[in-house]
């Protein structure tokens, strides 16, 4: 299966540090995305890295892509109480379809 | 543009009742997917069409779930007879096209089977 695995499951951190999530998956992919999910709320794509890309920014998100250790990280800086959320890394192979992990659940403390 | 609209928001019903989910995908997007998160499993894909067709449905547990498109705007997951244990959150998502484009997620429906 290519389904990412999200780690750590859960993260708890004060506002105003970072918070890094990981995500790891077993075969070759295409790209790999990030998304966002708030209690009671559909997903909300945050990011999306291609296979041929090591780095992404987008505001205060940075995701890395290694593909030989087929593994991912999204680092989100500067971290506010509203950042508190699920977050899921999703990844497409060959055959188009997203596959998502389990997803990972962060707390930020005021 | 609303985004992607679906309907019910919350639903419940008791086992052995037909269950009718729709979603209205987001205009000009040409893929939807039908999704079922629960704490168990996760995010799953059920099913995802593209120009309306069916492309892949392997993720539709069994018989009693069916998925339509009649047309590029609307879209249907009947489950019957429902089980407690499709007791679930049902997502729809669209996106310009498959293949790895970002997917815009609906609300979701919450259904609950008794």
């Known amino acids: 299966s290519q389904q990412g695995e999200e780690d750590p499951q859960a993260l708890s951190i004060q506002e105003g540090e970072n918070a890094t999530m990981n995500c790891s998956y077993k075969t070759s992919i295409n790209n790999l995305q990030w998304y966002r999910q708030n209690s009671g709320r559909g997903l909300v794509h945050l990011i999306l890295?291609?296979?041929?890309?090591r780095e992404k920014h987008s505001g205060r998100l940075r995701v890395t892509l290694d593909t030989s250790k087929k593994s991912s990280s999204l680092l989100i800086t500067a971290s506010r109480a509203a950042d508190t959320a699920s977050y899921f890394c999703?990844?497409?192979?060959?055959?188009?379809?997203?596959?998502f992990g389990k997803g990972i659940t962060l707390s930020v403390r005021p | 543009d609303a985004g992607v609209i679906q309907s019910p928001r919350h639903e419940v019903t008791e086992m052995g009742q037909e269950v009718t989910l729709r979603c209205k995908p987001i205009s000009g997007h040409n893929s939807l997917f039908w999704y079922r998160q629960t704490m168990m499993r996760g995010l799953e894909l059920l099913i995802y069409f593209n120009n309306n067709v069916p492309i892949d449905d392997s993720g539709m547990p069994e018989d009693r779930f069916s998925a339509k498109m009649p047309n590029a705007s609307f879209s249907t997951l009947k489950i019957q007879p429902s089980e407690p244990r499709d007791s679930a959150v049902y997502f729809c998502a669209s996106s310009f096209l498959a293949g790895g484009y970002e997917q815009y997620f609906g609300p979701g429906t919450r259904l609950t089977v008794t």
């Open positions: 999703a990844t497409t192979g060959a055959n188009s379809k997203l596959t």
């Open positions: 890295i291609r296979s041929n890309e």
